[in-house]
């Protein structure tokens, strides 16, 4: 077959073999099955689109655990689906329906291991959560800037498996950049300690840079290095509308002039998009009075000389904007609270969408410069595929990267639209991101969702490299099968 694991007999008896193996490593309170435990939080994807059925839950305490976990598996052929804070979008970290697949939980590998001051770093365990490290940061006066509306539940192992991106890639880069050193337990059971934090090493191939992002399908990260810088002595956020896609990357271009590498945020939204978080969060406040302009704009300046420098600088950049017409109205938030609620209207479009009904999203990027042309283009192209469809479209245009989401018309039934559309939807706007230069997967990564997608749009040369990683890395599919790589796609085990 295939894959191996999948053939391992007798997959449905509560008490097989796997499970007793597992509970010899992490003790058996920390085997979880549905014959002791609901397992919803582990087998459901963040959206609730879809309930996968876990063999079991193992939740182990440290990297020793977790690297004898992975052998047992490997001795009873179970595949392992490895999950942080199952945030991730494209079902990468959830089981399939098989019922064979035994979710590697790192939820307990949480502690921070060291901060060193002067080489500006950070060492975490992978299940530690995103804000607990930003806090670690934090408490010593530095700032690790990476931050996504996910932060509160998505864990370091998993922004690095999915090499997340967040508001300041802009200036820091995505969770690539910021990884200085990986602990990673390979297919096989081993460990890797690659935990340094130099700024620079060219002993060799850079392992490092090939488990992140790899969704979880070479190896299980178990701590990281992370790079901090220090905290800035002033950040501001502003708000502008703005009356067209075209005007918010000329403003993106003023703000880059007038800021330079200060500028660490800048968030695109649509119309449609801050209605929706008006009518599903009705109490949030207002920032500005032109509410329905065509789109609006988030900045965010980080700024080393203090607020007032700060202020005049972002003020001037927005004057600037006002007076050039790619702005229509803008605002500086006075207070930290106010630029909070700022960024909180921003994080809660996820959060309206998701109370509308279903919806198709596309995380996709282009080149800056393309952004305008392609949205023109594919509003008129899904109009016309689907009349009504509406189109909620925001995201870090500054990364040149849009969140193009498409909800059913309005009153119509969201899930009778999304089967009679979604593939041809998805077909539409892929097609026409590549004819554009783009990418069909920004920052959520692959994972399920877009497997058998990918092989259409990913150039040949690269699908047969990663291809080839995938089978010396993990010849026997016991990581993620079937995510990043199709079943159909993958090579066979030896
Ligand atoms: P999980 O969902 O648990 O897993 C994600 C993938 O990583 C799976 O394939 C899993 O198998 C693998 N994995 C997890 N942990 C490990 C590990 N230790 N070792 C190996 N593989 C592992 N993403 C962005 O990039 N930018 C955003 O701005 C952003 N905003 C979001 C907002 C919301 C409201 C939500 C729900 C999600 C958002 N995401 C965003 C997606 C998601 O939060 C990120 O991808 C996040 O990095 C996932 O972390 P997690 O711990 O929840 O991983």
Redesign the pocket.
Known sequence: TMHTPMSAPNVTAPDDAVLDALRAVVGPEHVLTTATHDLTAWEQD?RRRHRGRARAVVRPADTAQVAAVVRACAAHGAPI??????????L??VPDASGTEVVLS?QRLQRIRALDRDNLTLTVE??CVLQAAQQAAADAGLWLPLS???EG???V???????????QVLRFG??RDLCLGLEVVTADGRVWDGLRGLRKDNTGYDLRHL?IG????L????AAVLKLVPQPAAQLTAWAAVPSLAAAVALLGVAQRHLGPGLTGFEVMNRLALQLVRRHFPALPQPLTEQDAPYAVLLELSDPEGETHARAQLEASLTHALQEGCALDAVVASSVAQARTLWHIR?CI??AQAEEGLNIKHDISLPVSRIPAFCAQAEVELQRHAPGARLVNFG?LGDGNLHFNVQCPEGADAAAFLRAHEAAINTLVYDLVRAHGGSISA???I?RLKAATLPRYQDPVALALMRAIKQALDPHHRL?PG?VLADGQAPTAP
């Open positions: 963040w689906v490895p999950q942080g804070g199952n945030t991730g979008l494209v990468g970290g790192l992978a299940g996504l509306a996910s539940s998505c864990t192992g998993g922004v690095l498996a999915t090499n997340a991106g967040g508001t995505n969770a488990f790899s969704e979880g399908t190896g299980v990260i178990t994080e996820p959060l870090h920052e959520h990564g994972g993620n995510r």
